[in-house]
């Protein structure tokens, strides 16, 4: 087979949100840049859908993206994985050995999913969730008669699965070092109760516990070994273990082109440029810092690589734009509940050094008369120095998104306690807490009472006048 040699405007290296955003807004920008997309999978895939489609509730297929939401721009896509690059020459190769250069190289090649050096973690019924190919091995493995599931990680793609699996009748153990569930998104107290409604769903939950040891019968697992010393045993032919343990960036590719990178990924600035000339990156492949204290923080998220890659976009395509940081807006469910949070929880913002004042408040998610009127419980997290609000958490038993999105706007407006005690909101029997209720402004209120109450040099209207 001849080699070719291709030349265009802009080659991405990656087919997820990042890469697809930024395909379809430059090409909208400017029609007429030439843009080639590399990327290896048969589909593009919605990931966070994946937990539910294990789970049945629709047609796994439904989680793949067209492709045409690429080449409808008139963008090239070659569905090829990329074996070398040269940054400064702005070259790369692909598995074929066919090669094309670029004025631009876009990155976008996301994460894998971090498996921790646990012994035994290599046994071919070990799995990870991510692509096509791991929802298929897991479909298989359920498929199969299996009956027991182990789910290594209990933030939300470890959650979300081990609902799945009890969904579909296995028995399932849910491990997590941290002391609670969801330990990036909530403070103990607002994880709690979720610990109880996620063990009467007949899921065993182990806390503060990590899986040690897993031991192999024909590299099939047969058995975990808990750090506190209890053990989960499987079925070597059918049952299986799934790590939601975190992701790592897939940077590998560029090691040794000097392009600036840290644990987190590449380093990009506010317009997505690495150091290296005509290099740009964006999504779960970067390292960036956090809107609200500048400083390095994880946030493999979607809804962070979206904007990257918009504002990546923008910026070559010559009008210019800038990234605030990573709030990191997150939700998820758990059991009946619907739970959100947004910036630093009161223990990750003193670990990062804030000092906090926190409120809560609770309500029902609806008029208390209506049909299944839930609970509604708000945390709110502020700087103790300022009163600027640094976070938030949401359980309830309606969407919770619409609230947490509220409070990130009051964020990334640098609101404090005060200002977004001001919210004005609306209310209505079916849709809403009662008017004299909105959970979010009870929280700040409870806050600036804590506040006050510690802090007696402050008056009242002193606190008022901060916005
Ligand atoms: C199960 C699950 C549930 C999730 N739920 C949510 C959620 O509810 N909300 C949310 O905001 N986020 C969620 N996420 C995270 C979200 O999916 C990621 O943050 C997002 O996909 C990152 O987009 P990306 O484009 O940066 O990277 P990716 O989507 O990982 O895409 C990377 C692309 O690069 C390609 N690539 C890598 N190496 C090469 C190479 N050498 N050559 C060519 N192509 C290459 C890959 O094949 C892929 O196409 C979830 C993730 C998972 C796995």
């Known amino acids: ?255 040794n082109q000097g392009l600036e990178t840290n644990r987190d990924g590449i380093v990009v600035d506010s317009r997505m440029r690495t150091n290296i000339p005509g290099v740009y990156a964006a999504g779960d492949c970067c390292s960036y810092f956090s809107g609200i204290d500048k400083k390095p923080i994880g946030g493999k998220l979607a809804t962070n690589a979206v904007p990257m890659a918009k504002v990546a976009a923008r910026v070559i395509a010559g009008k210019d734009d800038e990234y605030g940081g990573f709030f990191n807006g997150a939700a998820t469910c758990v059991c009946d509940m619907r739970v959100a949070s947004v910036g630093f929880t009161e223990k990750i913002a003193n670990l990062r050094g804030i000092k906090t004042v926190v409120g809560w408040g609770e309500t029902t998610a609806l008029f208390p008369m209506m049909p299944a009127a839930g609970k509604l419980r708000v945390k709110i997290v502020a700087d103790i120095r300022d009163l600027r609000i640094v976070g938030a958490q949401i359980v309830s038993t309606l969407p919770s998104t619409d609230k947490i999105d509220i409070i990130t706007l009051a964020i990334q407006r640098k609101l404090t306690l005060k200002g977004l005690a001001k919210l004005s909101y609306s209310a209505q029997p079916w849709q809403s807490f009662m008017p004299a209720q909105s959970a979010i402004v009870q929280a700040c209120e409870n806050a600036l009472d804590s506040y006050m109450t510690k802090n007696k040099e402050f008056s009242y209207p002193e606190v008022l006048e901060c916005v």
């Open 1 to 255: 087979m001849s080699i070719r040699e291709v030349h265009t405007d802009i080659v991405i290296i990656g087919g997820g949100p990042a890469g697809i955003t930024f395909c379809r807004k430059v090409k909208k920008l400017k029609p007429e840049i030439g843009i080639i997309m590399l990327r290896p999978e048969e589909h593009s895939m919605v990931y966070c859908a994946i937990p539910y489609a294990l789970e049945g509730l629709f047609d796994h297929r439904k989680t793949f993206k067209r492709d045409e939401l690429v080449t409808d721009t008139g963008a090239m896509l070659v569905r090829r994985t990329v074996k070398q690059v040269d940054l400064a020459a702005k070259r790369i190769v692909d598995e074929t050995g066919d090669s094309y250069t670029a004025d631009i190289l876009f990155l976008a090649t996301g994460a894998l999913n971090y498996i921790p050096p646990v012994q035994g973690a290599d046994a071919a019924n070990v799995h990870t969730v991510k692509t096509q190919g791991d929802m298929e091995r897991l479909f298989s493995a359920i498929a199969s008669g299996a009956k027991r599931a182990l789910v290594i990680g209990a933030g939300a793609i470890g959650i979300e699965q081990a609902q799945a699996y009890r969904a579909r009748g296995l028995d399932v153990f849910l491990v997590d070092m941290a002391s609670r569930v969801l330990p990036g998104m909530l403070d103990e107290d607002m994880a709690k109760p979720l610990h109880e409604m996620l063990r009467e769903k007949g899921i065993h939950l182990t806390l503060s516990s990590r899986v040690e040891n897993i031991e192999k019968n024909e590299n099939r697992a047969k058995r975990a070994l808990l750090s506190n010393g209890e053990y989960i045993d499987l079925d070597p032919q059918r049952d299986f273990i799934c790590f939601a343990a975190g992701v790592t960036p897939d940077i590998a590719l560029f090691e």
